[in-house]
Nanobody, 126 residues
Framework: QVQLVESGGGSVEAGGSLRLSCAAS????????MGWFRQAPGKEREFVAT????????RYRDSVNGRFTISRDNAENTVYLQMNSLKPEDTAVYYC???????????????????RGQGTLVTVSS
């Protein structure tokens, strides 16, 4: 079992950057694909980015590709989401998750996650 805690959210102006962190407890972190979802007010939750257990596979939703970078440090049991060139439409609660495969994230299967964090709010002002 793995437990996840996100941090790094906050308020930033358009064009700015933030880095989200997701710290995992437990000794099985390196076995899981990790990723991020987000949910904006009044909208459905959506996939943002994912990386495989060994970081050999990364996937992004089209709207963040080239602006966001997902990475992980298996020695530190942490996954990161570096967000650059932020836009107001990136405003959302961001959730970290763990799954057996990156496919879970790409398929937007939030309910199939093995673990998820409580979410961290990112607000981008214009």
């Amino acid at each position: 079992q793995v437990q996840l805690v996100e941090s790094g959210g906050g308020s930033v102006e358009a064009g700015g950057s933030l880095r989200l962190s997701c710290a995992a407890s437990g000794r099985t972190f390196s076995n899981y694909a990790m990723g991020w979802f987000r949910q904006a007010p009044g909208k459905e939750r959506e996939f943002v980015a994912t990386t495989s257990a060994s970081s050999t596979i990364t996937r992004y939703r089209d709207s963040v590709n080239g602006r966001f970078t997902i990475s992980r440090d298996n020695a530190e049991n942490t996954v990161y989401l570096q967000m650059n060139s932020l836009k107001p439409e990136d405003t959302a609660v961001y959730y970290c998750g763990a799954a057996f495969s990156t496919v879970t994230f790409v398929n937007n299967a939030f309910n199939d996650l093995r673990a998820r964090g409580q979410g961290t709010l990112v607000t981008v002002s214009s």
